[in-house]
Every structure is written in C-alpha cells, then in structure tokens.
C-alpha cells in the first residue's frame, strides 16, 4: 500500500505568489486582528459581490465557478488543498492510503461531522453511507464527469470506505478537492428531488439560508460545524454583474469583497486607501472554442485560419489595459506542473494573410457568417475578436447571454464559437481531461466537440500508468502536441485571480484557483471589524 497523503508538491518557482499591484496572499495575512484579531466581531456579516448569478447549489449539476464559491462555503469534500495548492490535507477524511496499483483507495473519516438541519433530517451526523452515496451520486450523475474513475464506493465500517477505481487513477486525490464532491445527505437529496439545487445541505460553516435568483445568497454560520466556529454570523453573497457596479459597491461599503476584479478597476481600488487589492498568478485560462463537428469551423484548416487571423496580444492588451493577465499559449496555465514554455511556439502565429489564404483554400474565400456566445463579462474579448475577423472576411454576430444560458447552449454543441474561461488545480488532468477528452463532448469543457483518439489514449495513459509526476508531464506535453495540431480552438490568456478588499476584513486571501475561502482546515477563518 502507499502511505496516505500524496502530496502532490510542485516546484516551489512555479507557484510563487507574488503581489501584484497592492498586495498578495502573504500581506493580506498580516497585520492586525489577521484571522480574527483583536477587533474582530463574532457576530458580523461579510459581504461578498459576484460576478455572475449561480445556476445551482446541486453538486452534480454544477458548472460554473459562481455555484463553487457556495457550495464550498455549505459543504465539504473528504480533503483539500492547502493554502497555495501545493498538497492535499485532510478534511472530512483524516488520513488514506492508496493501493500500489492504483485501482482503490481506502479512507477514514472523522467521527465528529454533523450535518447541517434540512427539511427532511434534523442535523444528523455524517457516516461512511453518507460518503458512498454522494460519491457515487457524482459518478453516476456529475455534469462534468467529476468523478469518471470510480465504480463503486465500499463501506468498510461507519468511519472508513474504500473507493473502488474502475482503472487505475494518479489523480484521484485531486479530484476529490472538487466541490462538485462534497458530501450531502440521502434525505434532502431525495426529498427536494430536482429543487435540491436550492437547498443545499452539507457539514460545512455555513447553512444556506435564502437565495434570491438573479440577487443574493444569504448564508449563516453552522453552529454545530465540526471545524474551527467561524468568526462570522452571516456570509452573503451579492449578484453584481456589472463589473464597475461592482467596484463602485466596494468603495461605498455595500460589499466587503469585490471578486473578478479587472481593468481599470483595478486601478481605482489601488488608490483606495480603505481598500486592497489582492491579486495573484492563477490557473484561469480563458480561450475561444471553434465548434469542430458543425459548420466551417468543423475544417481544421478554417480553424487554423481564424487563429492566425486573431491578435491575441492586442486582444489582451485591450481587455486588460491595467494589467491582470498575459497571454496564453497552451490549453494549461504556467503554474501547472505540466506546463513547458519551449512548447508555445505550437500556437499559431498571427498572420492575416495567411488566414485569408487558407479561408479560399478551405473554400470561403470571401469569408462567411457565424455566431459567437459569451457571457455578460467577455463582451470586450468578444468585440475585439469581431474588429479582427471582419478583416479576414469572417462576420460574427455576438450573442450575450446569462451563465445558464451559455453553459446549456455550449454543453450541447449548439455554438459556432464561444468565448469560455477554466480554472481548476495544477493537475493537467482537470484542464486536458476535462476540455480535450472525447468522453467530455457533450458536457460544458468539450462542447465543442473536439476527438482525436490518440489524445484521448494519451490523457488516460497520464493517469493510469504512472502517479510520477515528471512521468506524467511528459505524456501531457506529448498530448499537447497533437492538440495544438488540431487546432481545436484559440488559446487567449491566463488571468491572474483578483479581489479587492475592504480594510474591515481580516484574514481574506485570494487563490489561484479563485475559489473563496471562508473558514478551513488549514487555518482560514476571515473575520470583519
């Protein structure tokens, strides 16, 4: 058997997390009354904005980053990741050991996990059948295959369960940090049926409260949490998707934390005295799918032709005047372990020329029509990417639509092109996996319907032959070649995470993978004066 805790470290330059233009997690840290100092209040309420309304609180349906920040806060995976997610800890699970060959994995729980009081149960502590049922519930059920390696979750005993792999998975450990993997309760499952969405229960330090669609999420402090008490009574989660209402709320004191902070906005919050802004080299990337089954798109070489024909440096530099992202080159982030600089040159060039050469070739040589759709919050990538396709003939209608819309319509492969964003941890696994494996299509990270058979025996092989991680960085760079070959899309940039403060708030830091982290097994508990 292999001792517990895999920790999965990376190379410590790979992940410095430097401040960025006012601070970064070390100074957000420091000073006083940090995790709750001196002038701390027990019972105050923060105040969070969003970006973007949730679509859902139901683990399995989730999609989006905005429903993760929730159910994070209400629920709990079996471990986690540390701070600057570089190992994985214990949480619900206090220790594992996995099987030399990697087909299971055996866990032991904690004894003192309560959930939190439903509809249908009246805060009930957690067992083994509790961790066997959700766990299989994301196998069978998860709309991003979150859990595509299990078979089958054994209960050994009300404190211990073995998973059970359906093929050998390096990456498991990984892919239990996921929020779309917290463990909730068989009664309020079934009970609220398909509303369980919006009424989550788990054994997180917040209960969900109230939600009001399109507005807030009303959290309050799980009294019976089994964790460290957290030092707020009330977390509530505004829904701002205007991105200067939503500086403008911070500088007012409606909020307490303005997320997703870019552009000049960043610049305002700077020289802000009351407040911070807290930014981060992160693993969002943000890219442009091609659709590859249906319409022009569906021609590599049309593909091939809209990438040399888009700018992605004046992309860039037009959406993040003030800093916040660099390009991107690859479909992983540089703070992957995966990641090798001396593969960017597999990106395409921008040559106009070129594109318009290939467009004739591929025979529309005076263009063609299509549709791009982006949320509310990618409207400026997608106007630029407009300007630039007019100049190869290309004419593209943008089509602004809310989350929910967006992620029903790319899942299904019923966007031309879509302009999407990925953020998750320093495992390729959950970017190549997720977004290039042919058993994604149909699900929101490979809507566009990209298979290449060699790719798909590349990513399993990733995480079935080997957990030596340069061993496995070199089949993903192997994978890599073949999918920048294909041009399945267009790589944009990788964002740095950004939040931007109030001075009433104490131990907040930002990560970069941008989940909000509230209360956590590491030491987190974010206090407000």
């Known amino acids: ?64 980053q905005y429903e993760s920040h929730i159910i994070r806060n209400v629920a709990d995976t079996l471990v986690v990741y540390n701070e600057d997610l570089t190992e994985i800890i214990p949480s619900l699970a206090t220790e594992w050991e996995a099987a030399d060959d990697l087909m299971s994995y055996t866990f032991k729980l904690r004894d003192d996990v309560y959930f939190q009081p439903g509809d249908y149960q009246d805060g009930r502590k957690m067992t083994a059948e509790d961790v066997k049922y959700s766990l299989e519930r994301s196998a069978n059920e998860s709309a991003l295959n979150r859990l595509r390696m299990v078979e089958e979750v054994e209960v050994i005993n009300d404190t211990e369960v073995k998973l059970i792999l359906n093929a050998p998975n390096s990456a498991l450990l990984a892919v239990l940090t996921d929020a779309g993997n917290v463990i909730v309760p068989k009664e309020e499952v079934e009970g609220h049926g398909d509303s369980f969405g919006s009424h989550l ?32 009574a009330q977390l509530n989660f505004q829904i701002i998707p205007d991105p200067t209402m939503m500086t403008n709320s911070l500088r007012s004191g409606d909020i307490d934390i303005a997320t997703d902070v870019k552009g000049q906005d960043r610049e305002l919050i700077e ?195 080997t957990d030596d991680q340069e061993e496995r960085a070199a089949i993903y760079q192997e994978a890599l070649e073949l999918i920048m070959a294909d041009v399945p899309r267009i790589e944009l940039d990788n964002t740095e995470t950004a939040a931007g403060v109030s001075s009433r708030v104490h131990g907040f830091n930002v990560s970069p993978d941008g989940s909000i982290r509230i209360v956590t097994p590491y030491g987190t508990n974010v206090s407000v004066d």
């Open 1 to 64: 058997m292999k001792k517990t805790a895999l920790p999965f470290l990376l190379a410590a330059s790979l992940f410095a997390l430097g401040a960025c233009g006012g601070g970064g997690s070390d100074t957000a840290s420091e000073g006083d009354a940090s995790n709750g100092g001196a002038s701390a209040n027990a019972d105050g309420t923060l105040t969070i904005g969003l970006s973007a309304n949730p679509k859902t609180f139901d683990p399995v349906d989730y999609s989006g």
């Open 201 to 232: 229960v788990g054994t997180g330090p917040f209960t969900l409260e109230q939600w009001q669609q399109d507005q807030m999420v009303k959290l309050e402090r799980h009294e019976n949490y089994w964790g460290e008490t957290p030092n707020l």
């Open 271 to 465: 020289q802000d005295g009351n407040l911070e802004l807290l930014s981060v080299p992160g693993l969002a990337t943000t890219y442009l799918d091609l659709n590859n089954v249906e319409g022009p798109t569906a021609d590599p070489k049309v593909r091939e032709a809209i990438y040399k024909g888009t700018n992605v440096q004046e992309m860039v530099d037009g959406v993040y005047q003030w800093g916040g992202a660099e390009v991107s080159y690859l479909p992983i982030p540089r703070q992957s372990w995966g990641y090798d600089e001396a593969q960017e040159s597999l990106a395409p060039s921008y040559d106009p020329e070129a594109a318009k050469e290939l467009l004739a070739e591929a025979g529309y040589p005076d263009g063609f029509d299509t549709e791009i759709y982006v949320a509310e919050s990618r409207v400026p990538y997608a106007t630029i990417f407009q300007n630039q396709m007019a100049e190869i003939g290309v004419n593209v209608t943008i089509n602004t639509v809310e989350w929910g819309t967006y992620s029903d319509i790319v899942s299904k492969g019923q966007a031309p092109m879509s302009i999407g964003g990925w953020t998750w941890y320093p495992d390729p696994d959950f970017y190549l996996y997720q977004l290039f494996h042919s058993d994604q299509i149909g699900a929101l990270g490979n809507g566009k319907g990209y298979k290449n058979e060699e790719v798909d025996a590349l990513l399993t092989k990733a995480t079935s032959e």
